[in-house]
């Protein structure tokens, strides 16, 4: 079975901190994903990587920046946490194959509210 | 672009009640997957369902099953006799285009009272 992991579960942080959120998936699966989540938005996309050191915005990466050194390891930065980042994260993981759409594996997500 | 709407923000029912939650998608890619996951009070998304654009058969897991239809753009779930466990958000999703990205729906809570 494909598992994700997520470092924290539950995280607060004061507004104008640096936060880190770390995803390990042990699969070796070549993309990642950085999804949040918001009541009535369902999930958006905020930066994805297809290989070690690689990385492409999504929908929504203002406030955002990410770090992949490993291929198991994905971590989304928050550079200067503010309260509109308030909300639940979650990482994703699949492997690549061309031609072939597999599927993305979730970790459990990480709620982080900002004061 | 790619969009999904899942119009139903909420549904109740009562245990053993059927019911589908609707998905409708918009894509211009004539490739393209369609996912459902699941999303209990945990918060971890399950996978329940992937469909290419090309297999329009419909598909039965024990009490839920899928409906394609290409035709109106739809991809709707039902659940047969639904149970308390049932209760979760469920999310459609749609993937097309390069580095199988997905494009979620908002999501549709399910409430199954016993």
């Known amino acids: 079975d494909v598992k994700v992991t997520q470092s924290s579960r539950y995280l607060v942080k004061r507004t104008g901190e640096k936060v880190f959120l770390e995803c390990v998936q042990d699969?070796?699966?070549?993309?990642m994903f950085w999804y949040r989540q918001d009541p009535g938005l369902g999930l958006r996309l905020i930066y994805f990587?297809?290989?070690?050191?690689?990385?492409e915005k999504g929908d929504i990466p203002e406030g955002y920046s990410v770090s992949r050194e490993k291929k198991e390891r994905f971590s989304l930065i928050l550079e200067s946490a503010s309260t509109n980042q308030t909300s639940m994260y979650l990482c994703?993981?699949?492997?690549?194959?061309?031609?072939?759409?597999?599927?993305?594996?979730f970790g459990p997500g990480t709620r982080l509210l900002v004061l | 672009a790619q969009k999904v709407t899942q119009a139903q923000t909420e549904i109740s029912v009562v245990e053993k009640e059927d019911v589908t939650l609707d998905c409708v998608y918009e894509t211009r890619d004539t490739t393209y997957y369609l996912f459902w996951y699941k999303q209990p009070p945990s918060g971890e998304l399950v996978f329940l369902i992937r469909?290419?654009?090309?297999?329009?058969q419909n598909e039965i897991s024990g009490r839920y099953s899928w409906n394609f239809q290409k035709s109106t753009s739809s991809f709707n779930f039902t659940i047969t006799a639904s149970q308390v466990v049932d209760s979760a958000v469920y999310f459609c999703?749609?993937?097309?285009?390069?580095?199988?990205?997905?494009?979620f729906g908002t999501g549709t809570r399910l409430l199954v009272s016993p």
């Open positions: 699969m070796d699966h070549e993309n």
């Open positions: 999703a749609l993937s097309a285009g390069s580095f199988q990205k997905l494009v």
């Open positions: 994703a993981s699949l492997e690549a194959e061309t031609g072939v759409q597999e599927t993305q594996y």
């Open positions: 990587s297809y290989d070690v050191k690689m990385k």
């Open positions: 469909r290419n654009s090309f297999d329009e």
